[in-house]
């Protein structure tokens, strides 16, 4: 028997599992554990985002990992990546097996020549933040970006995990399901991509252009002090006018968040409401509905920042 049929030896049904796994996430709770689920879906793609999907199918693009993401899909949909925390070039997950299994996945940062090319070429061509998170950039740059050799996401050479679980495979099913899990946060927090890689996506935008198209003139030695108007150019946000204040739409929180330089996360914990209320805000296809507690604490931090 090798270690991968060991692993299933003892047939545990999926409900089970997911029963067991719900019990340790609320113990580590009361803890004090910050657990961040993959919650289950349905949809027929893992990921919805361009981001998301760029991801999932770069892995896709490497025979090492063939015969081991099919599984991984399947524990990503059915709710088993319990906890998959991304901190900066790496991540940390816990994913429900016959038990709960610990795993981590560490990448290495984008080396300095191969940033600085890619930076070299999306020079002048991306226009805001929002553009570029939201993945609404040229086929140009999504190829550039996207470029299996030379883009963003990494080889599998640039990559190395560990699992406590007893398969002995190089990349196991636990693994398998938290790398996809990569791409499902990437669909609501794509700035992680950059996070993972160890750069600064900022530095992809044409802030020196935008400057130089808004003065107009020869460029001075002295910082320039842009007023609002100018921001707004440079960033793609109208930061004059007032979020509506009864009637936020996504589009409107998805900004103020993006001009505060928060995470979906980050902006959650600042307003003091919970992550998947946020994320549930930005989705444009649902209907906002937002309690007097959450509105008001919008409100406020929205006046905070304009006075």
Request: aromatic content about 8%; hydrophobic content about 35%; some cysteine.
């Amino acid at each position: 028997m090798s270690w991968n049929d060991f692993d299933d030896y003892e047939y545990v049904p999926v409900a089970e599992r997911r029963r067991r796994a719900l019990e340790k996430m609320v113990r580590l709770r009361k803890e004090g554990t910050d657990i961040q689920p993959v919650e289950p879906f349905k949809q027929r793609g893992i990921a919805k985002s361009f981001w998301g999907k760029s991801w999932c199918r770069h892995l896709e693009t490497f025979s090492d990992y063939s015969n081991r993401l099919p599984r991984g899909r399947t524990y990503v949909r059915n709710g088993s990546v319990c906890h998959l925390a991304i901190e900066e070039e790496k991540a940390e997950a816990m994913v429900s097996g016959s038990e709960m299994y610990e795993l981590a996945i560490h990448i290495e940062p984008l080396s300095p020549s191969r940033w600085s090319n890619i930076k070299n070429e999306c020079r002048g061509k991306i226009g805001s933040l929002i553009e570029l998170l939201q993945g609404k950039i040229s086929d140009e740059i999504m190829d550039i970006v996207t470029d299996r050799d030379s883009g963003l996401f990494p080889h599998p050479d640039e990559i190395r995990f560990n699992c406590n679980c007893p398969d002995w495979a190089e990349m196991c099913k636990h693994v398998a399901a938290a790398m996809y899990g990569i791409g499902v946060r990437l669909d609501t927090e794509p700035e992680l991509l950059f996070k993972l890689r160890g750069v600064n996506h900022e530095e992809l935008i044409a802030i020196d252009t935008a400057i130089d198209d808004l003065t107009s003139g020869r460029r001075s030695r002295r910082r320039r002090t842009l007023d609002t108007e100018s921001i707004g150019t440079v960033f793609g946000i109208d930061l004059e006018e007032e979020m509506p204040a009864f009637e936020p739409t996504s589009e409107c929180i998805r900004a103020f968040r993006e001009e505060l330089g928060l995470t979906q996360r980050a902006f959650a914990k600042k307003l003091g409401i919970s992550l998947p209320s946020v994320i549930k805000w930005e989705d444009p296809t649902r209907a906002i509905k937002l309690r007097a507690k959450s509105l008001a604490a919008l409100e406020t931090l929205f006046a905070e920042t304009r006075a």
